[in-house]
T-cell receptor, first 113, second 116 residues
Framework: AQSVTQPDIHITVSEGASLELRCNYS??????LFWYVQSPGQGLQLLLK??????LVQGIKGFEAEFKRSQSSFNLRKPSVHWSDAAEYFC???????????FGKGTKLSVKP | GAGVSQTPSNKVTEKGKYVELRCDPI?????LYWYRQSLGQGPEFLIY????????DSGLPNDRFFAVRPEGSVSTLKIQRTERGDSAVYLC??????????????FGEGSWLTVV
């Protein structure tokens, strides 16, 4: 069955430190992968997406993610975290070509001053 | 507005009552989706419309849930005989066309439903 696993429920990093959020997926075909961010009381905002081509994808707000087919992973990274990055982050895989996104349970990011 | 608009933002209803949640997608977007997000979970797919028709309703949990999009724009999610387990945030999203063609799915801020 298709699934997305985000192993870390909650991560705390210091402002200015680097960040990596883990995501593993299970899907038989070529995956379309996404990272969304959700701030309290806000909707989901797309950070970046991978469809094909270069496996290192650049997104908004200085985020990037790398698709590794051999590891079934799509980890999100940022070299220097800002306090405004505190939010919940969701990894998702698109099932088929329509609108069925399978989301992970999310990783909550806290940023220490 | 520029984004996906959902009303109401919050709804408290009594168990057994009927509820309607409305979604106004981004203008020109033919694809519309409904997701449900329970506390501490990621969003779960409910239904997808392409134009006026429901192209995939495999995520609707049971026949108490129904959604329509009669003119291919605004959509309404309808929940009959609400149960406490229906309490969640209901997210609407839209995209220009099929997301598999590279189109981004844009989400609204959600309708928080509480069944007491």
């Amino acid at each position: 069955a298709q699934s997305v696993t985000q192993p870390d429920i909650h991560i705390t990093v210091s402002e200015g430190a680097s960040l990596e959020l883990r995501c593993n997926y299970s899907y038989g075909a070529t995956p379309y992968l996404f990272w969304y961010v959700q701030s309290p009381g806000q909707g989901l905002q797309l950070l970046l997406k991978y469809f094909s081509g270069d496996t290192l994808v650049q997104g908004i707000k200085g985020f990037e993610a790398e698709f590794k087919r051999s590891q079934s992973s799509f980890n999100l990274r940022k070299p220097s975290v800002h306090w405004s990055d505190a939010a919940e982050y969701f990894c998702a895989v698109l099932i088929g070509s329509q609108g069925n996104l399978i989301f992970g349970k999310g990783t909550k990011l806290s940023v220490k001053p | 507005g520029a984004g996906v608009s959902q009303t109401p933002s919050n709804k408290v209803t009594e168990k057994g009552k009927y509820v309607e949640l409305r979604c106004d997608p981004i203008s020109g977007h033919t694809a519309l989706y409904w997701y449900r997000q329970s506390l501490g979970q990621g969003p779960e797919f409910l239904i997808y419309f392409q134009g006026t028709g429901a192209a995939d309703d495999s995520g609707l949990p049971n026949d108490r849930f129904f959604a329509v999009r009669p003119e291919g724009s605004v959509s309404t999610l309808k929940i009959q005989r609400t149960e406490r387990g229906d309490s969640a945030v209901y997210l609407c999203a839209s995209s220009l066309s099929l997301p598999g063609a590279g189109n981004t799915i844009y989400f609204g801020e959600g309708s928080w439903l509480t069944v007491v």
